[in-house]
Structure formats: structure tokens, C-alpha cells
């Protein structure tokens, strides 16, 4: 029991849980010991200096221990509903601790999940929404969403939005600890910003798509006629339609740029220990329509280019 103790003492010290939080943990885990504060004395008494403690089970405990404690009641505190009249509705997003997922499906309408999951025993089982929590604004021009966290309440908040499939988008998305997934959708022009998470885009077209990521990974299969990829402390992978015409250019410090298609012609090698610098395109690239152009940046990460 005394490893699990230190294990939760680091993670209060590297503020990885509250304060409250570790003092649930410490007494769900002298329960799970069968201990109480004076068997607890008694026990620490008795052992020895001598105890051998195997790390795999330690650590397989100490993870049921901690998933165990962060079950949370989630619930679905809104849904909401309606539709757009504007060609390409502008859809902003604006999240905080939790994921977002946005998809496409064949209904005329959009509906807008907002679900909570908290781990705090001082919170009400039963969370509502409040206007310092999320705020919704919807109209027939586009929808958005703002999510505030409240430091020390152990809430997190998820965005799950289907949109109508035949309409073009324009999105603003940021995220701060946590996902942000796209599948399916059409995007005139797009900006997704995340600190702490990753980035996965599924079967995209986007006329011009930029994202910005710091501490996560980027995993996109799709077109965009521009594509603008910057990452810090992450690794990126980029697939693209088989024969898109393609002009690529890459940046990297302290990682690799890789360009994995074919019929490339390298219009700059700047490749130095810690450094690189590369521009490419294929043969056909001036004198297509349907093509795309890519530029990405790296630090401490690498990027690969590839095919679908």
C-alpha cells in the first residue's frame, strides 16, 4: 500500500489531480486494503523493510484504482436542433477539458449534443447547464459554442455535433485538453487550434484548412486545396487522394520530414543536422485545377506526406 501512497502523493505534487481528489483516492484505497485509520497503524507497524512489491501488479492496481475512481456520471445536459439557411453556415466551437467530435450525416437538420463528466464529490450528481459552463448561440446563419472550465471542480465537457451533408462549412475549432475528430464534411475554409490532444480528420474536402497543434499528434485522410499543418511537441501523418497533383513544402527542428509520393520533383534540399527545409511538387502541379498544397511546420515531431 505504501507504493500506491507515494504514487498518489507524486501525481497531487505534479498537479495531475487536486488536492480532493488525492484524499478520495487514499481512502478508496485503504478500502480496497479492508483498512480503517487504526487496523491502518497496526499494519504499518508490522511491516518490514524487507517488502518486495511487483511493479506490474502495483501498476495494473493502481490503474484500476484510479479508472475506478474517475467512473463519472456523464449526462446529457442539452440537445439541441435546428437549420441552417445560409449556404456555408459558420460553425465555432470553443472547448475546454473533453473532446469534439463533428460528422456529417444525412438528416436536413443539425443536432448538438453537450454532455459533462465530472469527478468531484463536492458536484451535484446531477449537473445542468449554466450559463458559466457552456454558452450556445444558434441561428440560421451558423451555430456556436463556448465552454468554460471552472478550476478545482473536476468537470470536463463534451461536443458531439452531427451537421446536414449538403452543405459546405466554414469552421473556427479550438480545444484545450482533449480531442478534436472530424468525418465526412465539406469545408470552405477551416481553422482547428489544440493545446494537449490530437487531431483526427476522416474523408475531408476542404478548399483551405489550417491547424495548429501544441503537445498531440495530426492524422489526416482527405483533400484540401490548401492545407497549412504547424506542430509543436507531436507527430504528424498526412494522406492524400492517389495522383492529386500535389506543391509541398516542409519545415522541421529536432525532427523528419518525409514525402512519400510519387513523381516528386524537389525544388529545394535544405537539409541540415537539426534543421530541414524541403519543396516539392509533381510534374503536373501548375497546370491542374483539383490539386493541393501543403504546408507544414515541426518541432520536436515528425511529419510523413503520403497516399490514401
Same mark, same amino acid.
Given at each position: 500500500?505504501?507504493?500506491?501512497?507515494?504514487?498518489?502523493?507524486?501525481?497531487?505534487?505534479?498537479?495531475?489531480?487536486?488536492?480532493?481528489?488525492?484524499?478520495?483516492?487514499?481512502?478508496?484505497?485503504?478500502?480496497?486494503?479492508?483498512?480503517?485509520?487504526?487496523?491502518?497503524? #497496526?499494519?504499518?507497524?508490522?511491516?518490514?523493510?524487507?517488502?518486495?512489491?511487483?511493479?506490474?501488479?502495483?501498476?495494473?492496481?493502481?490503474?484500476?484504482?484510479?479508472?475506478?475512481?474517475?467512473?463519472? &456520471?456523464? *449526462?446529457?445536459?442539452?440537445?439541441?436542433?435546428? #437549420?441552417? %439557411?445560409?449556404?456555408?453556415?459558420?460553425?465555432?466551437?470553443? &472547448?475546454?477539458?473533453?473532446?469534439?467530435?463533428?460528422?456529417?450525416?444525412? #438528416?436536413?437538420?443539425?443536432?448538438?449534443?453537450?454532455?459533462?463528466?465530472?469527478?468531484?464529490?463536492?458536484?451535484?450528481?446531477?449537473?445542468?447547464?449554466?450559463?458559466?459552463?457552456?454558452?450556445?448561440?444558434?441561428?440560421?446563419?451558423?451555430? %456556436?459554442?463556448?465552454?468554460?472550465?471552472?478550476?478545482?471542480?473536476?468537470?470536463?465537457?463534451?461536443?458531439?455535433?452531427?451537421?446536414?451533408?449538403?452543405?459546405?462549412?466554414?469552421? *473556427?475549432?479550438?480545444?484545450?485538453?482533449?480531442?478534436?475528430?472530424?468525418?465526412?464534411?465539406?469545408?470552405?475554409?477551416?481553422?482547428? #487550434?489544440?493545446?494537449?490532444?490530437?487531431?483526427?480528420?476522416?474523408?475531408?474536402?476542404?478548399?483551405?484548412?489550417?491547424?495548429?497543434?501544441?503537445?498531440? &499528434?495530426?492524422?489526416?485522410?482527405?483533400?484540401?486545396?490548401?492545407?497549412?499543418?504547424?506542430?509543436?511537441?507531436? &507527430?504528424?501523418?498526412?494522406?492524400?487522394?492517389?495522383?492529386?497533383?500535389?506543391?509541398?513544402?516542409?519545415?522541421?527542428?529536432?525532427?523528419?520530414?518525409?514525402?512519400?509520393?510519387?513523381?516528386?520533383?524537389?525544388?529545394?534540399?535544405?537539409?541540415?543536422?537539426?534543421?530541414?527545409?524541403?519543396?516539392?511538387?509533381?510534374?503536373?502541379?501548375?497546370?491542374?485545377?483539383?490539386?493541393?498544397?501543403?504546408?507544414?511546420?515541426?518541432?520536436?515531431?515528425?511529419?510523413?506526406?503520403?497516399?490514401?
Amino acid at each position: 500500500m505504501l507504493e500506491e501512497q507515494q504514487l498518489i502523493e507524486k501525481m497531487l505534487k505534479e498537479k495531475k489531480i487536486t488536492e480532493p481528489e488525492a484524499a478520495e483516492l487514499l481512502k478508496a484505497l485503504k478500502k480496497s486494503y479492508g483498512l480503517d485509520d487504526e487496523r491502518e497503524e #497496526q499494519v504499518e507497524r508490522k511491516k518490514t523493510a524487507t517488502l518486495e512489491i511487483d511493479r506490474v501488479q502495483l501498476g495494473e492496481k493502481i490503474s484500476s484504482l484510479i479508472s475506478n475512481f474517475m467512473k463519472t &456520471n456523464e *449526462d446529457t445536459a442539452e440537445e439541441y436542433r435546428g #437549420q441552417f %439557411e445560409n449556404d456555408q453556415p459558420e460553425i465555432k466551437l470553443n &472547448n475546454i477539458n473533453g473532446q469534439i467530435k463533428l460528422s456529417c450525416w444525412d #438528416q436536413d437538420f443539425f443536432k448538438l449534443k453537450v454532455k459533462y463528466n465530472h469527478n468531484n464529490a463536492r458536484l451535484p450528481r446531477k449537473i445542468n447547464r449554466r450559463p458559466n459552463i457552456v454558452s450556445v448561440h444558434q441561428d440560421t446563419t451558423g451555430l %456556436e459554442v463556448l465552454t468554460k472550465k471552472r478550476y478545482g471542480e473536476g468537470l470536463s465537457s463534451n461536443l458531439i455535433l452531427s451537421l446536414p451533408s449538403n452543405t459546405r462549412y466554414k469552421l *473556427d475549432i479550438s480545444n484545450f485538453n482533449g480531442n478534436i475528430e472530424l468525418a465526412d464534411i465539406k469545408i470552405t475554409k477551416g481553422v482547428l #487550434q489544440l493545446n494537449n490532444g490530437n487531431i483526427k480528420a476522416n474523408n475531408y474536402q476542404a478548399k483551405e484548412l489550417d491547424l495548429s497543434l501544441v503537445n498531440g &499528434n495530426v492524422y489526416l485522410q482527405g483533400l484540401a486545396n490548401m492545407l497549412g499543418v504547424d506542430i509543436k511537441n507531436g &507527430n504528424g501523418e498526412i494522406a492524400i487522394p492517389e495522383g492529386t497533383p500535389c506543391f509541398l513544402e516542409g519545415s522541421s527542428k529536432m525532427g523528419e520530414l518525409i514525402f512519400a509520393l510519387d513523381r516528386l520533383t524537389y525544388l529545394k534540399k535544405d537539409v541540415k543536422m537539426f534543421k530541414k527545409h524541403l519543396i516539392a511538387s509533381t510534374a503536373d502541379w501548375a497546370n491542374s485545377e483539383n490539386k493541393s498544397k501543403v504546408k507544414v511546420t515541426t518541432k520536436n515531431g515528425n511529419i510523413k506526406i503520403g497516399y490514401c
